[in-house]
């Protein structure tokens, strides 16, 4: 099993994209979500594809298992998806010692931009770049579970509160 911990923060400004690495394509859907659970099929690039379940309510850690899956079955997963399939770009932009991942989103959220950092600990206190806005760690709204399956969203509220 595995841990994912992590910070996440709206994004103010472009400041990023001059030290982004690589980028990926994703298309995303849940197939069962409840407060403190979810599962989710991801399709990065078109070319592979996973399923991932999480469990846990802390804020910034929760326990993941992640397993690839061909395509042709994420396709059929996605169709049967709760709510929306979001669509975004992850951006991986390095800063000081960490990863973060940028994801700008389209479709039904786009304009919306979340910044993330995976760390080794809670304890670890990541550099924060000057592109950050405000924190969401533990904020529902903007996971992406909520961004699938929550349809009261107001979508300008929630971009517009970097």
């Given at each position: 099993?595995?841990?994912?911990?992590?910070?996440?923060?709206?994004?103010?400004?472009?400041?990023?994209?001059?030290?982004?690495?690589?980028?990926?394509?994703?298309?995303?859907?849940?197939?069962?979500?409840?407060?403190?659970?979810?599962?989710?099929?991801?399709?990065?690039?078109?070319?592979?594809?996973?399923?991932?379940?999480?469990?846990?309510?802390?804020?910034?850690?929760?326990?993941?298992?992640?397993?690839?899956?061909?395509?042709s079955d994420?396709?059929?997963?996605?169709?049967?998806?709760?709510?929306?399939?979001?669509?975004?770009?992850?951006?991986?932009?390095?800063?000081?010692?960490?990863?973060?991942?940028?994801?700008?989103?389209?479709g039904r959220?786009?304009?919306?931009?979340?910044?993330?950092?995976?760390?080794?600990?809670?304890?670890?206190?990541?550099?924060?770049?000057?592109?950050?806005?405000?924190?969401?760690?533990?904020?529902?709204?903007?996971?992406?579970?909520a961004l699938?399956?929550?349809?009261?969203?107001?979508?300008?509220?929630?971009?517009?509160?970097?």
């Open positions: 099993m595995a841990k994912e911990i992590e910070r996440k923060f709206l994004v103010r400004s472009d400041g990023w994209r001059s030290g982004a690495t690589a980028k990926s394509v994703l298309r995303q859907g849940y197939i069962a979500s409840m407060d403190d659970r979810s599962v989710r099929v991801r399709i990065i690039d078109r070319k592979s594809a996973r399923l991932t379940t999480k469990i846990g309510r802390s804020k910034m850690t929760r326990d993941e298992f992640e397993y690839e899956i061909p395509v994420a396709e059929e997963l996605l169709d049967a998806a709760i709510g929306i399939v979001i669509e975004k770009t992850r951006y991986r932009v390095p800063y000081e010692g960490y990863v973060w991942e940028v994801d700008v989103f389209a959220h786009r304009g919306l931009v979340i910044a993330e950092v995976e760390m080794g600990s809670e304890a670890e206190r990541p550099a924060l770049p000057a592109w950050l806005g405000r924190e969401v760690t533990g904020d529902f709204r903007y996971s992406n579970q699938a399956t929550e349809f009261e969203h107001d979508r300008h509220a929630l971009q517009h509160t970097a």
